[in-house]
């Protein structure tokens, strides 16, 4: 079983739309939850970490659900711009390294 | 400029070769890692190093060695390149354990 499992997708979403990805990690001792998008076979980016309460950053939601190791995220009103692949990571161990997921390719049409 | 950059960008190598993989950053961070990408699958942990007289193996260390010259510089050596190792290689660094910081990757081929 991989540590970081996600939907590889791809998700076809129109603009405008609400697209939702999930993820969920293996190691229950995990200690820190990212999203990271990366466009194109270029570098990742953080786009956000993900906190217990959940946390909101414009037009992405992020929520974390440790009893069930379960991690997602929601993309409001979708943009032509937000076509990229979707990272999902988890921090672990005393040193905090990060195992990434796959990834989730959403490709939003006009 | 790019707070963290990679040379060279892309590669074409034979098997057998030495091939050295630089990686330089300016944002001060103690911490540099490098981790390799294969289609299909997530970033794997290649090697990390925490200071200068710090390095640690990752997941997937066998065929590969490194040496942090400096806090911002950290190479990355593949001793006998072969097929296998073709990849989009990624250099990153940290401040602390949280938020990590790429470079724009090098892409290799050995043929």
């Known amino acids: 079983r991989k540590e970081v499992e996600q939907d590889p997708g791809p998700f076809n979403v129109p603009e405008g739309a609400t697209v939702a990805f999930n993820c969920t990690y293996s190691?229950?001792?995990?200690?820190?939850f990212f999203w990271y998008r990366q466009d194109c076979r270029k570098e990742p980016k953080l786009l956000m970490s993900v906190y217990s309460s959940g946390n909101e950053d414009g037009r992405f939601t992020a929520q974390l659900n440790r009893a069930s190791q379960y991690i997602s995220l929601l993309i409001r009103d979708s943009k032509l711009s937000d076509s990229a692949t979707y990272l999902c990571?988890?921090?672990?161990?005393?040193?905090?390294?990060?195992?990434f997921g796959s990834g989730t390719q959403l490709t939003v049409l006009p | 400029d790019a707070d963290v950059t990679q040379t060279p960008r892309n590669r074409i190598t034979k098997t057998g070769k030495r091939i050295m993989l630089e990686c330089s950053q300016t944002?001060?961070?103690?911490?540099m890692y490098w981790y390799r990408q294969d289609p299909g699958l997530g970033l794997q942990l290649i090697y990390y190093?925490?200071?200068?007289?710090?390095?640690n193996k990752g997941e997937i260390s066998d065929g590969y060695s490194v040496s942090r010259q400096a806090q911002a510089k950290f190479s990355l050596s593949l001793e006998s390149a072969i097929p296998n190792q073709t990849a989009l290689y990624f250099c990153?660094?940290?401040?602390?354990?949280?938020?990590?910081?790429f470079g724009p990757g090098t892409r290799l081929l050995v043929l």
């Open positions: 944002k001060g961070h103690d911490r």
């Open positions: 190093s925490f200071d200068v007289k710090d390095i």
């Open positions: 190691n229950s001792a995990s200690q820190s």
């Open positions: 990571v988890v921090g672990s161990g005393s040193a905090r390294q990060l195992t």
């Open positions: 990153a660094t940290s401040q602390g354990p949280e938020t990590q910081y």
